[in-house]
């Protein structure tokens, strides 16, 4: 406790002196979004993250999150520094996306527009021509099929499925999953609801189609954090990250919240939903990161080529969304 109440004014101390501002997602520990919360920074979906990271008008952006969120803040931004508490926080949805196999996959289709998710490399979103988060894709792919476009979608298979299913869009499909959300159990998941009858389910569409059945409420994290504020139930199951519950509790004061279940054959876990990526973020490696004399090892490089290149579609998708 001591060490942390160290790191936290140290942080804090750090965070002036480099003019530097912390863009932390809502699934790190609740004391990383505490402490963005209290320093003026962001807690947010990556959405958010990437717009607020390009409006803030700090020099530094330190990014609290996994490799994805600090490169799109980089692509954005290529004016400030991005440090990352560690560079090793990837996804698995980006390592299952390698772009030489993606690229191949879409010169196969020439015809198809390339709609690729914001969990992905610089160089994936070079090759596109959308980048959608989970807020803003179903406008996107909405407003692609109107003007009857064929799609190329990658890399989560299951946000696809669900996209594909809601809009009638044809899109061919790549096979990717993040590991975190694969694991919720559709069948637990309906024993549990059983046992709450007053309880709304709340599902992030990375979860298996199974999942998303049995859900009241479908959405990005943001998404998900307002129906806990909205909706009457008293009582939500959860089915994402857990480290989502720290704000969901702030919006939904007074309401129960139960993780969704996790685990093989039907068993319950309650410690599965926790990306192991973002729990690579913590207070001390915030701090090295800030304190470091040549912050190096938490520096942020995207190639000048890959960058240009993805900042098309990026952009695309920030106009789009405002
Ligand atoms: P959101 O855009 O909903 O925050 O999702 C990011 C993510 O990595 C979900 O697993
Ligand atoms: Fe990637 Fe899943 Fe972790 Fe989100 S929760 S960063 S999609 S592995």
């Known amino acids: 406790e001591s060490d942390k109440a160290f790191y936290k004014a140290e942080i804090k101390q750090l965070l002036k002196q480099r003019n530097a501002v912390l863009v932390a997602h809502y699934y790190t520990d609740p004391e990383i979004q505490a402490l963005a919360e209290e320093t003026g920074g962001c807690v947010s979906d990556s959405l958010e993250m990437a717009r607020f990271g390009k409006e803030h008008p700090a020099a530094t952006l330190i990014v609290a999150g996994v490799k994805f969120m600090g490169e799109t803040a980089k692509i954005l931004s290529p004016e400030k520094t991005v440090l990352m508490p560690t560079l090793e926080a990837t996804c698995s949805l980006d390592v299952g996306c390698p772009i030489e196999d993606f690229s191949a996959f879409c010169d196969a289709h020439p015809d198809h527009t390339v709609v690729v998710y914001a969990n992905t490399s610089a160089a994936v979103k070079a090759r596109a021509d959308w980048v959608v988060t989970s807020s803003i894709a179903l406008e996107i792919v909405e407003h692609l099929d109107a003007e009857d476009k064929k799609i190329i979608w990658g890399p989560d298979r299951h946000l696809g499925s669900y996209i594909e299913k809601q809009t009638g869009a044809e899109m061919l499909l790549w096979q990717g999953e993040c590991i975190v959300h694969d694991e919720f159990k559709a069948k637990a998941l309906r024993e549990l609801k059983l046992q709450y009858p007053n309880a709304a389910v709340l599902v992030h569409p990375e979860s298996p189609a199974s999942v998303v059945e049995v859900a009241d409420a479908v959405g990005s994290t943001s998404q998900l954090i307002k129906a806990a504020q909205t909706l009457p139930n008293d009582t939500f199951i959860v089915a ?52 470091s004399e040549q912050a190096k090892a938490h520096e942020i490089h995207v190639d000048e080529q890959q960058r240009t290149g993805a900042l098309v579609p990026l952009t695309r998708m920030l106009d789009f969304a405002s």
Do not use: V
């Not at 309401?255 to 990526?277: D, M, Q, V």
């Open 240 to 291: 994402t990250d857990k480290g989502i519950f720290y704000k969901m509790q702030q919006a939904a004061p007074g309401k129960t919240l139960i993780e969704a279940p996790t685990g093989g054959n039907g068993a319950t876990c309650r410690s599965c939903a926790h990306c192991p990526w973002m729990a690579m973020n913590g207070l001390q490696a915030i701090y090295t990161a800030l304190a």
